[in-house]
């Protein structure tokens, strides 16, 4: 049970510091449900020897606490791993991410693709939201509205359960880009984005 809810509070560190894919760290979460309610069932169930009332509740109260321990982490995780994440990445290094985003993102709009492929490697610097595996590509465009003229991009990484990435342009349109995200500004018209898309 403790390995369970040990991996729990572990995993978002390891994947926002890109030890792990976002992809193992979200997989392994029914693994280990299950080995906890294994776990749990054994240290419940171990009656080859007659128990005491006060350690057969000791011994419920320790698996209600594990079971309530992994489910609170797992719905926690998201902000956990923006927590993890915002501590990993240096303000210059924000900078240096800002500035590629906006280099790459031109060059993709001015192309006229708009689409920045998720099977190509982002920048150098932009390695530092994510691995390879969990990079999804990204969009580019250049907007004409009245309270912003200007290029607007984003770079995305995770899956369906778990989505981050930059988005560089207004907040306003942060805002709209994926509703119900977690923002963080990282930058002037620049933010880092969290959250699930379903």
């Not at 359960?161 to 907040?171: A, M, S």
């Amino acid at each position: 049970m403790g390995i369970a809810v040990i991996w729990s509070i572990v995993a978002p560190w390891l994947s926002a510091n890109n030890v792990i894919t976002v992809w193992a760290e979200l997989s392994t979460r029914w693994l280990l449900l299950l080995v906890l309610l294994f776990g749990a069932s054994a240290h419940l169930g171990n009656l080859s020897r007659p128990w005491p009332l006060r350690s057969f509740f000791c011994r419920c109260v320790a698996a209600t606490f594990a079971l309530m321990m992994f489910v609170a982490m797992w719905f926690l995780s998201d902000k956990a791993f923006l927590y993890w994440k915002m501590r990993a990445i240096p303000p210059e290094a924000w900078v240096q991410m800002v500035s590629d985003v906006e280099k790459v993102g031109r060059q993709s709009a001015e192309s006229g693709t708009n689409c920045l492929s998720g099977t190509m490697p982002p920048p150098k610097s932009l390695q530092r939201l994510g691995l390879a595996g969990d990079y999804g590509g990204g969009s580019a465009q250049f907007v004409s509205r009245p309270e912003y003229t200007g290029l607007v991009v984003s770079i995305d990484f995770g899956y369906k359960v778990r989505g981050w990435g930059l988005f560089v342009g207004p907040e306003k349109l942060a805002k709209g880009h994926w509703p119900g995200f977690e923002r963080r500004r990282v930058g002037t018209n620049a933010f880092f984005f969290i959250g699930s898309r379903g």
